[in-house]
């Protein structure tokens, strides 16, 4: 079981920026995918940005030179900086963890959820 816990979120003017944490405990998520998900009110969850257990990185068009995702495996934390932030950005910001998990024999991905920390971008 993986237990994840966001933190750093907040009310921000526009042009502001903020760094979202996510500490994981009950095992390390070093060779886990992780990754910050967003969902903005009476809109589906959507991809924000993602870094592999290998560290290559991956964002969604609107965050692309404006956030920066990071890991931290000797911390068991993932970050997420956030830069310029519009009032687009507003949503509540949720971290995932991807980890195998099983036997060797029957090993299958499961993803674990933290409970979010809302961002709010606004004059």
């Known amino acids: 079981q993986v237990q994840l816990v966001e933190s750093g979120g907040g009310l921000v003017q526009p042009g502001g920026s903020l760094k979202l944490s996510c500490e994981a405990s009950g095992r390390r998520v070093s060779a886990c995918d992780l990754g910050w998900y967003r969902q903005a009110p009476g809109k589906e969850r959507e991809l924000v940005a993602a870094?592999?257990?290998?560290?290559?990185?991956n964002y969604a068009n609107s965050a692309k030179g404006r956030f920066t995702i990071s890991r931290d495996n000797a911390k068991n934390t993932l970050y997420l900086q956030m830069n310029n932030l519009r009032p687009d950005d507003t949503a509540v910001y949720y971290c995932n963890a991807g980890c195998l998990v099983g036997p060797v024999e029957r090993v299958t991905r499961y993803d674990y959820w933290g409970q979010g920390t809302q961002v709010t971008v606004q004059v």
């Open positions: 870094i592999a257990s290998g560290f290559s990185t």
